[in-house]
DNA sequence: AATGAGGACAACCGCGGTGTT
DNA sequence: TAACACCGCGGTTGTCCTCAT
């Protein structure tokens, strides 16, 4: 059966998303809810199809969306499940709170693959590429294994370490964060959650887990399971931080504001309207 | 300081699945 | 059952940014 392309239609916008549609587009998005993508620009008043503003929303716009790098126990997650699943990304970042399917592929094909490859590990098969790395050339298939796949440094020392760098950006999302305006996008601090599902992966027996593990033994970001907070909840919390001045007034000392934080403050205006 | 290469990621495209008429 | 419409998924592309030269 054919199918009219979704986007051909003339006088639709492409392309990257301006700051206003973005506003657009979340605030009929908190005033009405999701409905039919296809009526939303219309209704939104956007020059888009539903398709982008789809896209949009659940790629960047969303309130539930963490921000920032995988954390370790998230890559460790995200190898695990591919080895299980393929390419299945939409199945793999449900699994992932907070992340979506294409955040995972992004950085599966920009990040994890180079990694794997580094170990010696066929991204695809998840299993030793041929001919072996480079020495020392182990032994025997289980040596191979253990030298390539088990070996955590094979992992992060040469490249700078994840756990490390998300030392020095992540803020945890505790009282103290919400009272911490996030002054830059990968600096907003949900990108390092230890969520029940990406932690269970240390309980597998995969090998993946076995590597990194001790890396990430001791989440470094120092965030317990349990202690990030649901966006809605931390909106709900905003009017009695210090965070409001900021996602009220917009940033005062940066000159781009992230769309996410034009989210808060749009919502915040729509549904508690009494505040100000 | 200029510039080219490579990396990172947002966004688009096309197809398949599913619900409705 | 067929035709259609819509949504979601996975692959790919385009653009911007960073870094090395």
Known sequence: MGRQPCCDKVGLKKGP?????????VSFLVANGQCCWRAVPKLAGLLRCGKSCRLRWTNYLRPDLKRGLLS????????ELHEQM??????????????????IKNHWNTHIKKKLRKMGIDPVTHKPLQPAPPPPPPQHPEEEKAAGLGNIEAFCS??????????????????????TPPPAPAACGISAASSPESSSSSTSSSFYSAAAAPASSGDSSGI????????????????????LDDVV??????????????????????HQPELF
């Open 224 to 243: 317990v399971d349990g202690e990030w907070h649901d966006l809605s909840q931390m909106m709900m919390e905003w009017p009695e931080t210090m965070w």
């Open 249 to 270: 007034t917009g940033p005062a000392s940066w000159e781009f504001e992230d769309p996410f934080v034009t989210y808060q403050r749009i919502a915040l205006f729509d």
């Open 17 to 25: 998303w301006t700051a206003e549609e973005d506003q657009k587009l």
């Open 72 to 79: 370790e126990d998230e890559e460790r997650t995200v190898i």
């Open 158 to 179: 040469d490249e700078v370490s994840m756990a490390r760098l998300l030392d020095d950006i992540v803020l945890p999302c505790d009282d103290e964060f919400i009272g």
């Open 86 to 103: 393929g390419n299945r990304w939409s199945k793999i970042a449900s699994h992932l709170p907070g992340r979506t399917d294409n955040e």
